[in-house]
């Protein structure tokens, strides 16, 4: 009785994950994001113009769990025909045989921007297509320095600056720097990885094979990161916080920095334009370069597609350099695209300058755990319950057993 509850949740759960129901010969289900839905939304009524045989079913996804659920959908053999996923999951499925290889759709190799090539580049087959690259910066609201004493056109460009602003910026119920510390994992890893490479660490080496989570350098950077929390510089709901929590934060000038995309910008004018918004290069230790997670979207066929053909259509339509220009929220992976007018705002001349410090994440297969178990370590540092180095030699030997 029991194995046959069992059966039934799991026949439930795999039947939710398709959303659309049995496939269509001719129907591509795509995934994406919900940031891209008004977006998505405008190519597709392009595409089904000029391709009047394959019918696309939109379906949105949303960021919190996506990635475990991505991966419980490659896994289950009822996937969707295109899925949106980060950069970073990409190499891990196909080292699983999760996904199939794209080279076949990718046009204008050399209009690429080289690393996001890289980045999903496994076994020298190509097994997402990149549309989306991006890596952040922080926002500060250049009033709130003025108030505080501070310069907003000298704002902190090393981590003993940084703290140092945060606390001046800490007054009359204002945080001085978010973090995150709760919400979809990548919006944590994404924010603290990059202090641990400016200080020499990582969670792994970059080929993937040697922990360094625990090692001195990681937590020394775990513990700048968490300190902003600890030391009451970061707002009290930090541990729930996820970088859209911290934006409506920024909005409602209740907070005076925190790590953003470029993405972030137009809400911000939009719900707040009263605010003078600064943009700094992300701080780094003092005699050392600044860093980043290049980060940024693909598109990946899953392996088990019902229609993959009629899929790498839509992908290959998507991949031209207006659509990928239209639908990214931040620069997109072509060069060519980066002409377009959105792109020559003077405020995103900062992530620009950003791009060439961006590092992609480690290229192991079991990626999304590793940072899983690294994301709970935050959590048990931010809780109270363990300091930096007990919580990161648990997530270490958690890690090793991923290896």
Request: hydrophobic letters at 40%; proline letters at 6%.
């Amino acid at each position: 009785m029991r194995k046959s509850l069992i059966r039934a949740g799991l026949a439930g759960i795999l039947s939710a994950l398709t959303l659309g129901g049995t496939a269509l010969a001719g129907e591509v289900v795509w995934w994406t994001p919900n940031f891209n839905e008004a977006r998505a939304r405008e190519l597709v009524a392009k595409f089904q113009e000029s391709h009047p045989g394959i019918t696309v079913n939109l379906q949105i996804t949303t960021t919190d769990g996506l990635p475990q659920r991505v991966l419980t959908a490659l896994q289950s053999g009822a996937a969707p025909d295109i899925i949106d996923v980060q950069h970073g999951w990409v190499t891990g499925y196909a080292q699983n045989d999760l996904v199939l290889p794209l080279d076949d759709v990718l046009k204008d190799r050399t209009d690429y921007v080289p690393a996001s090539l890289d980045y999903v580049t496994y076994d020298n087959k190509l097994w997402g297509m990149p549309y989306r690259i991006e890596s952040l910066a922080v926002l500060y609201n250049r009033k709130h320095f003025t108030e505080a004493g501070l310069d907003p056109a000298k704002p902190p460009q090393t981590w003993e600056e940084l703290q140092a602003a945060a606390k001046a910026l800490t007054r009359d119920g204002r945080s001085g720097f978010a973090i995150t510390g709760g919400g979809e994992v990548g919006n944590t890893i994404f924010r603290s990885m990059p202090f641990m490479w400016m200080n020499g660490g990582g969670i792994l080496s970059q080929d993937g094979t040697k922990v360094l989570v625990n090692s001195p350098e990681t937590v020394a950077a775990v513990q700048f990161y968490t300190d902003f929390y600890k030391n009451k510089l970061s707002p009290a709901s930090t541990l729930e916080n996820d970088g859209t929590a911290n934006r409506r934060l920024f909005i409602a000038e209740k907070v005076s920095m925190y790590q953003a995309g470029q993405f972030d910008v137009k809400s911000i004018q939009t719900e707040n334009p009263n605010i003078d918004i600064g943009v700094m290069i992300m701080p780094h230790p003092a005699g050392k370069d600044t860093a980043a997670v290049l980060g940024g979207w693909s598109f990946v066929v899953p392996k088990d597609a019902k229609n993959p053909d009629e899929a790498k259509v839509l992908v290959g339509f998507l991949s031209e350099a207006a659509n990928q220009g239209f639908l990214t929220d931040t620069f997109p992976a072509r060069l060519s695209a980066m002409d377009l007018p959105r792109f020559g705002d003077p405020i995103l001349q900062v992530y620009k300058q950003m791009l060439p410090f961006g590092r992609p994440v480690p290229n192991q297969r079991n990626w999304v755990q590793i940072s899983q178990a690294y994301f709970d370590g935050i959590q048990r540092i931010l809780l109270g319950d363990e300091d930096a180095q007990t919580a990161m030699d648990e997530a270490a030997e958690e890690i090793e057993g991923l290896l």
